[in-house]
């Protein structure tokens, strides 16, 4: 009882805390305090629910429980995490990444493959490609080849696009500003267009940061080396060890806003010029 | 209609490179079966063939080649075989009068299919309510619009066998629910987005106008801002039934469901029939345009009896 009445508390003292951060105006600390606040309200909520309702651990551990599982196996998390992100996600979001923005540099040169690849790759990115998780595992083995050949064909198609996209991004005015300047193709590309783009090229990137993970897990569900954030999250699941479940579950949220944003915090020092990250 | 023909040109050479992509993906599996149909085969045995480049089976078993483009179980199916393992499970099924059997893919379309819209509505009113508190509550806005954000990094994948433990749990029978939860997860955020920036979408101007009017808050939400962000909620609706089909297709690969279309995929590789897995992808496919067009249909039909059509 005691429990629910703190969980209670803490939700609205959480809110009223944030309510009057709020009115404090646009500071820098307020930006960040008020959702910090907002998330660890919600962790003493769940932390309360589920020991004042006495939930087993083997349904839904208490978020202390899961820290200290957290805690105690760091180099299991660590080995599955080299095995998941370093090895198959990220090696599959460079391949992908490179081969989808060299494909976009060679389309643009053609104005009739670009029309018709366009709408071609707006179709593809938005299917449920994670489906051919089976057929690259079928194709590459179990280890990390097969899931960086899923996070590759998962991560190609929204940068194709948007890259693409981005390369029609440089108005007309401006390109002729370049032709008096008898700058050449290349030049053009890289002194105007590719500039231009890139606010979209970070935007694909960034899509492509989540799909690499979704991808690199849904790949060792399909059969993996004993290792592996996927591996271990279906294992966990059939062993009820749920604890060590959601320690791999917080990994895999820390991982996938690391990977955001280190993948924004480039983009703010390449496109520091953009009306979106101006202050 | 001007990139019809761009399209389809480039549609003709990505089915002519499967067809060449073929031969070479089949060729062992190829050889296999045809040494063991008595034919002689340049290195005997396939474990010889093993370390054997592809390209040079191919070209030292010319004749046989053409078997890889037949094969029951292939590596890689041609576009024809999955065509018409498409067609053997719809609309055969549909020629002998049994469309709903289990064993078409009618039937499992038909649940992911359902699945989809539930979790579609579910997250399509989550992302609403949640753009409305953000765009009337700082509070609300400061607090949720981050926890927004990183939602969407956290890989769903992971936390999906989890809900449908919890979901068991709680006594919630069969993964209808669950799948509808993972898939209103993915829906959710394009909503939101989309609809904090049509809500915002009027301009200061024509709210002050509405305050002139005397308008009360409801009024001027109900006779402004709802209708100015209906262009934005229609886009982000399409990017949202896409997500929300992911989302259910990978609801059902991971959970030893039996039913929907992700199931197809996961049961065709736990029994090796490749073209079930493959005609379960086109399937999704064909679902997904579908949604994605009848959804573009809704819009230009609103979009029109508003007058807002562009």
Sequence with gaps: MIWLILALVAWLGGWALNAWLAQRGEVRAVRIAVPVIFGL??????????RGFGVSPVILPAPSTVAQTFAASTDILWIDFQQTVIKGALRGFAIGAIAAFAAAIAIDRSKFLTRGLLPIGNFVAALPIVGIAPIMVNWFGFDWQSKAAVVVVMVFFPILVNTVQGLNEASAMQRDLMRTYAAGYWQTLFRLRLPAAMPFIFNGLKIATTLALIGAIVAEYFGSPTRGMGFRISTGVGSLSIDLVWAEIAVAALAGT??????AWIEKRVTFWHPSQRR | MKSLLPVLTVLAVIVGIWYLAVAPMNVRVALDQAERGGAVVMPEGSVPRRDVSVWRLMLDNAEHVSVGYALERPRLPTPAQVGQELWKTTGEMVAKGRPWSKRGLLYHGWITLQSTLWGFALGTALGIVGAVAIVYSRTAQLSLMPWAIISQTIPIVALAPMIIVLSSQVGIEGRGVPKAIISAYLCFFPVLV?????????????????????????????????????????????????????????????TGAISGLGARILIGDQFGTP??????????AVLAGALVTLLDVIQRLTLQRMGMAT
């Excluded at chain 1, 309200?41 to 589920?50: A, H, K």
């Excluded at chain 2, 609809?195 to 509405?210: I, S, W, Y």
């Excluded at chain 2, 002139?212 to 886009?235: C, E, H, I, K, M």
């Excluded at chain 2, 079930?276 to 999704?284: N, Q, V």
């Design chain 1, 41 to 50: 309200t919600l962790l003493v909520i769940w932390e309360g629910l589920v």
């Design chain 1, 258 to 263: 690391a990977l955001y944003g280190i993948v």
């Design chain 2, 194 to 254: 989309g609809m904090v920036k049509g809500l915002r979408a009027p301009q200061p101007a024509q709210l002050d106008l509405l305050r002139t009017y005397n308008a009360t808050g409801l009024q001027s939400f109900l006779r402004l801002r709802l209708p100015a962000s209906v262009p934005y909620l229609f886009t982000s609706l399409k990017v949202g039934i896409a997500a929300a089909l992911v989302g259910t297709i990978v609801g059902e690969l991971p």
């Design chain 2, 275 to 284: 073209l079930a897995i493959w005609s379960a992808l086109f399937a999704a």
